[in-house]
């Protein structure tokens, strides 16, 4: 579950860097307040994507999902990528527990794993 999570932050931290000038250009939103706002998440994506093997920024991620939808009001159309993100943070959530839970019975004795001769 790990590495999807992990996957959706990086992707997710490109696009939010690249809403930067758009809030500035559409919005016309200054840009230390943008690059302060939208810089920071982008920034705040890239390091949970690397934490993500710790179970804090697991939380954290989810803040961010928040935080993302939140401020997509100041912005029109960052709501909806708000949406998307926070669709694919949980799809990835929910694929990955479903991995972890085949992985782990596939590696209990007994499993149908494949670690040995068959």
């Not at 939103?29 to 804090?56: E, K, N, S, Y």
């Not at 799809?91 to 590696?107: K, M, N, P």
């Amino acid at each position: 579950m790990r590495r999807m999570l992990a996957v959706v932050l990086l992707l997710e931290a490109m696009v939010i860097g690249l809403a930067v000038p758009v809030a500035i250009q559409v919005a016309g939103i200054a840009p230390a307040v943008a690059g302060g706002v939208w810089g920071g998440m982008a920034g705040l994506a890239l390091l949970l994507a690397a934490l993500q093997r710790f179970r804090p920024a697991y939380y954290a991620g989810w803040a961010l999902q928040a935080a993302l939808l939140i401020s997509g009001f100041m912005v029109p159309g960052l709501v909806l990528l708000g949406v998307v993100f926070l669709a694919l943070w949980v799809a990835a959530v929910l694929l990955g527990q479903r991995t972890d839970a085949r992985d782990a019975a596939g590696a209990a004795p007994g499993g149908s794993g494949s670690a040995g001769p068959e």
